[in-house]
């Protein structure tokens, strides 16, 4: 089964240069969300698209910004950065459900994630 | 918003259960909670969620006390494979995220 195909898989940048990550989901899924993982610490939200709207978001920096186009492949941009963006960053994506006219339980499948190293 | 608690690591003997706990005292009324595993730096795995009552599956179980404060994650037969930092999450469902606490590093001993 397809699954959500995150790129590039690595990623080296100088301090104050610009990054974009790419995130595909998976197929009919219509949400896609962005975490942030620092060494030895728990995934952070970041940022999520319903619809290519944007429908939350978390601790992301105001140097990044994200957006999710027509084909629900979203990108990550992060500018001006600094030694503490390096982290794995992951994308998930879902289906959004309602059951009973309830929201049903919204399970994410992560990517395999981006690994940004800051020098 | 308000985080998960789980003690930081566990060991288990291979073959033996291994149940890891969740502490979610805050949760609200249509949060689910949800589990992860992460295998070194690889993606979070889905393993399980659940709302109110005890949830199975192919791959482990869920026990939810009655007033949702804490749950706990039960993988019946260990393996090496199971080495791995489980992660317990809660979210509203819907298209609402994932909100995941520090994990809990499981090692499984042969």
Same mark, same amino acid.
């Given at each position: 089964?397809? *699954?959500?195909?995150?790129?590039?898989?690595?990623?080296?940048?100088?301090?104050?240069?610009?990054?974009?990550?790419?995130?595909?989901?998976?197929?009919?899924?219509?949400?896609?969300?962005?975490?942030?993982?620092?060494?030895?610490?728990?995934?952070?939200?970041?940022?999520?698209?319903?619809?290519?709207?944007?429908?939350?978001? *978390?601790?992301?920096?105001?140097?990044?910004?994200?957006?999710?186009?027509?084909?629900? =492949?979203?990108?990550?941009?992060?500018?001006?950065?600094?030694? *503490?963006?390096?982290?794995?960053?992951?994308?998930?994506?879902?289906? =959004?459900?309602?059951?009973?006219?309830?929201?049903?339980?919204?399970?994410?499948?992560?990517?395999? *994630?981006?690994?940004?190293?800051?020098? | 918003?308000?985080?998960?608690?789980?003690?930081?690591?566990?060991?288990?003997? +291979?073959?033996?259960?291994?149940?890891?706990?969740?502490?979610?005292?805050?949760?609200?009324?249509? +949060?689910?909670?949800?589990?992860?595993?992460?295998?070194?730096?690889?993606?979070?795995?889905?393993?399980?969620?659940?709302?109110?009552?005890? +949830?199975?599956?192919?791959?482990?179980?869920?026990?939810?006390?009655?007033?949702?404060?804490?749950?706990?994650?039960?993988?019946?037969?260990?393996?090496?494979?199971?080495?791995?930092?489980?992660?317990?999450?809660?979210?509203?469902?819907?298209?609402?995220?994932?909100?995941?606490?520090?994990?809990?590093?499981?090692?499984?001993?042969?």
């Amino acid at each position: 089964a397809a *699954g959500v195909i995150q790129s590039p898989r690595h990623l080296i940048k100088e301090k104050r240069e610009t990054a974009t990550l790419k995130c595909y989901p998976i197929p009919r899924h219509d949400t896609v969300y962005w975490y942030q993982q620092g060494p030895g610490q728990d995934p952070q939200f970041l940022i999520s698209f319903y619809e290519k709207m944007q429908s939350d978001k *978390g601790s992301i920096p105001d140097r990044f910004s994200a957006q999710q186009f027509s084909d629900y =492949h979203s990108e990550l941009n992060m500018s001006s950065l600094e030694l *503490g963006d390096s982290a794995l960053y992951f994308c998930a994506s879902s289906s =959004h459900q309602r059951t009973s006219g309830r929201a049903g339980a919204n399970v994410l499948t992560f990517g395999a *994630g981006s690994r940004l190293t800051v020098l | 918003d308000a985080k998960t608690t789980q003690p930081p690591s566990m060991d288990c003997a +291979e073959g033996r259960a291994a149940n890891l706990p969740c502490n979610h005292s805050t949760i609200s009324g249509n +949060e689910y909670v949800y589990w992860y595993r992460q295998i070194h730096s690889q993606g979070p795995q889905y393993i399980i969620h659940g709302l109110k009552n005890n +949830e199975t599956n192919e791959m482990a179980s869920l026990i939810i006390t009655e007033d949702r404060k804490s749950s706990t994650l039960i993988l019946p037969h260990a393996t090496l494979r199971d080495t791995a930092v489980y992660y317990c999450g809660r979210g509203s469902g819907g298209y609402q995220k994932v909100t995941f606490g520090i994990g809990t590093k499981l090692q499984v001993i042969p």
